[in-house]
């Protein structure tokens, strides 16, 4: 089983509304959870970092919220734009031994923005 | 500065045959981290190079292999390919600051292809 789990897997809206997607995990010991958008065909780019002191980051229209109690996150998008058209990827780090980052990947979740 | 830079950037092989990779990160970043991003699985954690030395590993057969230079740039290798190993290959360049967790960049990807 996945320890990091996003919902929905797919998402259709209009142009300018908003849309909220799901991060659940069971990671632990937490460090860190992040969110990427990646266009077709190209990198990841990171959108938020938020570590266990953290439960709201904005970064433009984007918006991360963190609930490490349940260890649930959610990434609200504004005023959505067609170029919002992406995967969005939950990305949660666990505290290792050798105090590096150990990285689980959500499967992510297409987001496509209909005109 | 100049941002993370993969090549080739598309590559088709045959089974059987060998490829590597190459990766430059980001001036400054000392740790470089490579990725595996197939539809099915998602993106899954190959390794990580600080300084030259392997620091992190993931599940991955010994086919899969990777180096770092002094100049922090990164190749890795994949021998004896299988149709499997088609998939999109990403390089990171993580930002040091292990205690917030690295904030990675990515580079765009060497889209492999295997007949």
């Known amino acids: 089983k996945n320890q990091v789990e996003q919902s929905p897997q797919s998402l259709i809206i209009l142009e300018g509304k908003n849309c909220t997607l799901q991060?659940?995990?069971?990671?632990?010991?937490?460090?860190?959870l992040r969110w990427y958008k990646q266009d077709t065909g190209r990198g990841p780019v990171s959108l938020t970092i938020?570590?266990?002191?953290?439960n709201t980051k904005s970064n433009g229209r984007y918006t991360a919220t963190l609930d490490a109690d349940t260890k649930q996150s959610s990434l609200h998008i504004t005023a959505s734009q067609l170029s919002d058209s992406a995967s969005y990827i939950c990305?949660?780090?666990?505290?290792?031994?050798?105090?590096?980052?150990?990285?689980?990947f959500g499967a992510g979740t297409r987001l496509t923005v209909k005109p | 500065k100049a941002g993370v830079t993969q090549t080739p950037r598309y590559l088709i092989k045959t089974r059987g045959q060998q490829v590597t990779l190459s990766c430059s990160p980001i001036?400054?970043?000392?740790?470089v981290s490579w990725y595996q991003q197939t539809p099915g699985q998602g993106l899954q954690f190959l390794f990580e190079?600080?300084?030259?030395?392997?620091?992190n590993k993931g599940n991955f057969p010994g086919r899969f292999s990777g180096r770092q230079f002094s100049n922090s740039r990164s190749e890795m290798n994949v021998s004896t390919l299988e149709l499997g190993d088609s998939a999109l290959y990403l390089c990171?360049?993580?930002?040091?600051?292990?205690?917030?967790?690295?904030?990675?960049?990515f580079g765009p990807g060497t889209r492999l292809t295997v007949l």
């Open positions: 990305v949660v780090s666990a505290r290792s031994r050798n105090n590096n980052n150990d990285m689980r």
């Open positions: 991060c659940n995990y069971t990671v632990s010991p937490f460090s860190n």
């Open positions: 938020m570590t266990f002191s953290e």
């Open positions: 001036s400054g970043h000392r740790s």
């Open positions: 190079y600080f300084s030259e030395t392997q620091r």
């Open positions: 990171a360049s993580n930002a040091p600051g292990v205690s917030l967790g690295n904030e990675q960049f």
